[in-house]
């Protein structure tokens, strides 16, 4: 299909399509820097990797698949009009965004508790390479839910049908994304230490 065929709002709907799709390319671009810088810096003599993989982060990682299933649930049965059942799989996603978020920051504080902070003399070059990655991801994710809770704004005022998605769809892409996106940082840092 040629990219200027289609109605008004065809070429509208692609438009917002692709600009998410630079914006996810962007915000990977991002990620494989801070990796890269990662694996440069691991080379350093000071470079210590010491402490414990926090358990937290290791639960997050269940938690935000838990999170992308359910928002492909709640676009499945919002695509099908069964709003009771979308109703349901948003608040899911909702929830498990949320949780995802108060563990990672659980995850924080089990690497202080091993006596590593992301500045100060008590932090080490290697540390704090983890918490600006996971860090950043988190503000992301944040970000997430901010888009969560406005695609609920719309799911509630009966704004998606079965014709009219385009805002679950982007936030799908979005949200989806990062939660990949963490898979892909969790097994960085946990098997790159």
């Known amino acids: 299909m040629d990219l200027t065929e289609g109605s008004v709002q065809q070429k509208t709907d692609r438009a917002k399509k692709n600009m998410m799709l630079f914006a996810m390319i962007s915000m990977f671009m991002t990620f494989a820097g801070l990796t890269s810088a990662y694996i440069v810096s691991s080379e350093r003599d000071d470079w210590i990797m010491e402490f414990n993989f926090p358990i937290a982060f290791y639960i997050s990682l269940g938690v935000i698949f838990l999170s992308s299933l359910f928002f492909y649930l709640f676009k499945k049965t919002t695509v099908a009009e069964k ?111």
Not at 90 to 105: D, M, N, P, R, S
Request: aromatic share 20%.
């Open 83 to 193: 709003y009771s059942m979308a109703t349901l799989f948003y608040v899911g996603a909702l929830i498990t965004g949320v949780a995802f978020v108060f563990l990672q920051l659980k995850g924080f504080g089990e690497i202080v508790a091993q006596g590593y902070y992301p500045t100060g003399s008590e932090s080490t070059i290697s540390t704090s390479f983890i918490y600006a990655i996971v860090f950043i991801h988190l503000l992301h994710i944040i970000g997430g839910i901010i888009v969560l809770l406005v695609v609920g704004m719309n799911h509630f005022k009966k704004v998606y049908s079965k014709e009219n998605y385009l805002g679950i769809d982007l936030a799908g892409m979005y949200w989806h994304f990062v939660d990949a996106l963490w898979v892909y940082l969790f097994c960085f840092l946990l098997f790159t230490r």
